[in-house]
């Protein structure tokens, strides 16, 4: 059971716009701690989509954006892409536990 | 260009131990903390170990407190994770990662393409 809670898998279409939610507590999101995302295709590195709630490091297309509100955020993909099929991650710390936590992972799947 | 690369994963018995490695390149290592993450098959991300930049002082995930000891080794730019009473629950692919903090708040800049590491009799 992971401390940040994702959906399992969601869908869409090639040029839709999917949101994929982060839901956490009071003790790590709603603490005001930053929320990052990470994009991961087995067998391959996972790579840094978003960090500090909002932000891009170079080379990620603005198609992928990050917000973030009270006890939860969001990873909105517009334009959706066939390549944008893999796992997503979101990332916080938690004060009560004094650790980094993560969600347990969404599954997009580009119909 | 920033490459981090595992390696020393394998299939160990209960109670075995194991040494991951990883090296680094394509940036200054030595100014940077590092951590270890793993992902346990069918389940999500766990922060495993970290060390600060210089290597004097490191964290450990509960679970592997005492048993997991990560150290570096800054003149062949790589980050080690000594295994030992290796457990069932311990198998996953481990990753190493570069960490990036901005105003308290880290993350994980860039990854490894990771290393399995099977626990079985």
């Known amino acids: 059971q992971s401390v940040l809670t994702q959906p399992p898998s969601m869908s869409g279409a090639p040029g839709q716009r999917v949101t994929v939610s982060c839901t956490g507590s009071s003790s790590n999101i709603g603490a005001g701690y930053d929320v990052h995302w990470y994009q991961y295709l087995p067998g391959t590195a996972p790579k840094l989509l978003i960090y500090g709630d909002t932000n891009r490091p170079s080379g990620v297309p603005d198609r992928f954006s990050g917000s973030k509100s009270a006890t939860s955020a969001s990873l909105a993909i517009t334009g959706l892409q066939a390549e944008d099929e893999a796992e997503y991650y979101c990332q916080s710390y938690d004060r009560s536990l004094s650790v980094v936590v993560f969600g347990g992972g969404t599954k997009l799947t580009v119909l | 260009e920033v490459q981090l690369v595992e390696s020393g994963g394998g299939l160990v018995k209960p109670g075995g131990s194991l040494r991951l490695s990883c090296a680094a390149s394509?940036?200054?290592?030595?100014?940077?903390?590092m951590n270890w993450v793993r992902q346990p098959p069918g389940k999500g991300l766990e922060w495993v170990a970290s060390?600060?930049?210089?290597?004097?002082?490191?964290f450990y995930a509960d679970s592997v407190k005492g048993r997991f000891t990560i150290f570096r080794d800054n003149a062949k730019n790589s980050l080690y994770l000594q295994m030992n009473s290796l457990r069932a629950a311990d198998t996953a692919v481990y990753y190493c990662?570069?960490?990036?903090?901005?105003?308290?708040?880290?993350?994980?800049?860039?990854w490894g393409q990771g290393t399995l590491v099977t626990v079985s009799s």
């Open positions: 394509g940036f200054t290592f030595s100014s940077y903390s």
């Open positions: 990662a570069s960490e990036n903090c901005t105003i308290g708040d880290c993350f994980y800049d860039f």
């Open positions: 060390t600060i930049s210089s290597g004097s002082y490191t």
